[in-house]
T-cell receptor, first 115, second 111 residues
Framework: EAGVAQSPRYKIIEKRQSVAFWCNPI?????LYWYQQILGQGPKLLIQ????????DSQLPKDRFSAERLKGVDSTLKIQPAKLEDSAVYLC???FGTGTRTEAFFGQGTRLTVV | DAKTTQPPSMDCAEGRAANLPCNHS???????VYWYRQIHSQGPQYIIH???NNETNEMASLIITEDRKSSTLILPHATLRDTAVYYC????????????FGAGTTVTVRA
């Protein structure tokens, strides 16, 4: 099966600019996650969707970050305006929403550099 | 979610078994132990999960103590490609619950 697709792979922007990341989960996966991974740290969950609804966004900096999941499939994560500390890899993951298959599959990530 | 404690790093010889410990002393009765790994410049990869019985798949074995307060991930014959950060995660087995990563254990397999 095709994996989780993310784009772009790399992005360099200046601080105070805006940026958007796109994720296409595995077909049929109801749950979608966005993580932020700063160099040397484990991934930090930003937001989790179950179909169209938000399950958890407690660690999403809502003053500058936003995310949406269109029709319960693709998702975009936006940062506006970006800060230097937003430099990180942004990972998208998906998993089946029901039953016994709860393992998450991750994309390659988008490496964001804010200068 | 219950917290986990893992050693920050460990080395392993190629061809030998690698035993990765994880402490989760506050785990509740309906929480599972999941293991993921992250090879450099890639997204995390699911390895295995279990509740209380030992589990084995094509990648690894998971041994959970009887009191469920700790577990060990075993890579039976480590190869250089197993060099990665390994994460032990405790969560309810439902996609309604978040999947939270700690710092993990950096495993280096040496030739």
């Amino acid at each position: 099966e095709a994996g989780v697709a993310q784009s772009p792979r790399y992005k360099i922007i200046e601080k105070r600019q805006s940026v958007a990341f796109w994720c296409n989960p595995i077909s049929g996966h109801a749950t979608l996650y966005w993580y932020q991974q700063i160099l040397g740290q484990g991934p930090k969950l930003l937001i989790q969707f179950q179909n169209n609804g938000v399950v958890d966004d407690s660690q999403l900096p809502k003053d500058r970050f936003s995310a949406e999941r269109l029709k319960g499939v693709d998702s975009t994560l936006k940062i506006q305006p970006a800060k230097l500390e937003d430099s990180a890899v942004y990972l998208c993951a998906s998993s089946f929403g029901t039953g016994t298959r709860t393992e998450a599959f991750f994309g390659q990530g988008t490496r964001l550099t804010v200068v | 979610d219950a917290k986990t404690t893992q050693p920050p790093s460990m080395d392993c010889a190629e061809g030998r078994a690698a035993n990765l410990p994880c402490n989760h002393s506050t785990i509740s009765g309906n929480e599972y132990v999941y293991w993921y790994r992250q090879i450099h410049s890639q997204g995390p990869q699911y390895i295995i999960h279990g509740l209380k019985n030992n589990e084995t798949n094509e990648m690894a074995s998971l041994i959970i103590t009887e009191d469920r307060k700790s577990s060990t991930l075993i890579l039976p014959h480590a190869t250089l490609r197993d060099t990665a950060v390994y994460y032990c995660i405790v969560r309810l087995r439902s996609n309604d619950y978040k999947l939270s990563f700690g710092a993990g254990t950096t495993v280096t397999v040496r030739a």
